[in-house]
């Protein structure tokens, strides 16, 4: 089992920066790629950002240039979050996945002014 926990989220004003963290705990040497994805009101859960364990990165077009995915170390990544804008108002969650998914409790981030 791995048990994932976010911090970092919030209210910021447009164009503002939020930085979120997920640490992870458990079986984390069985994790091949963490992620995050996000979920607004009234829409499905989409993929924000995803890294795998050699540093390969992808993210979805909305944030590409805005958005930077990176991992300390084993248990502990990152979503530096720049230029936000009302549009990535959602609840962020942490992923991680081995044999299966694990997801962390979200965490929100509101953008408005």
């Known amino acids: 089992q791995v048990q994932l926990v976010e911090s970092g989220g919030g209210l910021v004003q447009p164009g503002g920066s939020l930085r979120l963290s997920c640490a992870a705990s458990?079986?984390?040497?069985?994790?091949?790629?963490m992620g995050w994805y996000r979920q607004a009101p009234g829409k499905e859960r989409e993929l924000v950002a995803r890294?795998?364990?050699?540093?390969?990165t992808n993210y979805a077009d909305s944030v590409k240039g805005r958005f930077t995915i990176s991992r300390a170390n084993a248990n502990t990544m990152y979503l530096q979050m720049n230029s936000l804008k009302p549009e990535d108002t959602a609840v962020y969650y942490c992923?991680?996945?081995?044999?299966?998914?694990?997801w962390g409790q979200g965490t929100q981030v509101t953008v408005s002014s």
């Open positions: 992923n991680a996945e081995d044999y299966r998914q694990y």
């Open positions: 458990g079986r984390i040497f069985s994790i091949n790629t």
């Open positions: 890294i795998t364990n050699v540093g390969s």
